[in-house]
């Protein structure tokens, strides 16, 4: 049961365009989530967090946006680096929990 | 760079056999996880573990599938009697407390 969704397996960009990767949870427990990236041949890195007590989380480039009522997160890139072309996860748990369920992930390319 | 290991990266094994894979947690960590990515799936929760001790393991298969983190040494998660099913990546991460969990390269099973 897939409780974590990244309905687009892969997303093309320009360099200095936004990017914007999408999420949607089924698991109205989920009060945590998080993006990692992740390189071939390496495991997935930590990028950004949001807990639910928030909307929008920005670091630098890059900001989460959740969506509770839609159960629905997004992360925007912005500008796209062509170091930016990686697959990304989208991960949620319970703030008590260590199990993090993830998204099948998403492919970015960003194109020169 | 004292990060999260793991080995081998790449492992194959004939249907039947046993396979090891191994996990360094990050210097300090005492909390250790292993998930699984089939093809085209997100990261799996398969095991959360603590020194000699086994604190969650719902997300592992009920036959053929062990682990452990003893003591001295790394975390082991074994696999007996493999079959073609259990090709996978196969991910470790590590933690200081419940928390921010670092992942390790991870090691590709691959059963012919």
């Known amino acids: 049961d897939q409780q974590v969704k990244q309905n687009s397996p892969s997303l093309s960009v320009q360099e200095g365009r936004i990017s914007i990767l999408n999420c949607d949870y089924t698991?109205?427990?989920?009060?945590?989530f998080l993006w990692y990236k992740k390189y071939p041949a390496e495991g997935p890195t930590f990028l950004i967090s949001i807990s639910s007590i928030k909307d929008k989380n920005e670091d630098g480039r890059f900001t989460v946006f959740l969506n509770k009522s839609a159960k629905h997160l997004s992360l925007h890139i912005v500008p796209s680096q062509p170091g930016d072309s990686a697959v990304y996860f989208c991960a949620a748990s319970t703030s008590n929990d260590y199990k993090l369920s993830f998204g099948a992930g998403t492919t970015v390319t960003v194109r020169a | 760079n004292a990060g999260v290991m793991q080995n081998p990266r790449h492992l194959v094994r004939r249907r039947g056999q046993e396979a090891r894979l191994r996990c360094s947690p990050m210097k300090g960590h005492s909390h250790v996880y292993w998930y699984r990515q089939l093809p085209e799936e997100g990261l799996k929760f398969m095991v959360y573990l603590q020194k000699e001790n086994i604190i969650d393991e719902s997300g592992m298969p009920k036959e053929r599938f062990s682990a452990e983190f003893p003591k001295e040494g790394p975390s082991i998660l074994r696999i007996q009697q493999v079959v073609r099913g259990d090709s996978a990546a196969y991910f470790c991460a590590s933690s200081v407390e419940v928390g921010e969990q670092y992942f390790g390269p991870g090691t590709r099973l691959t059963v012919t």
């Open positions: 698991n109205s427990m989920f009060d945590y």
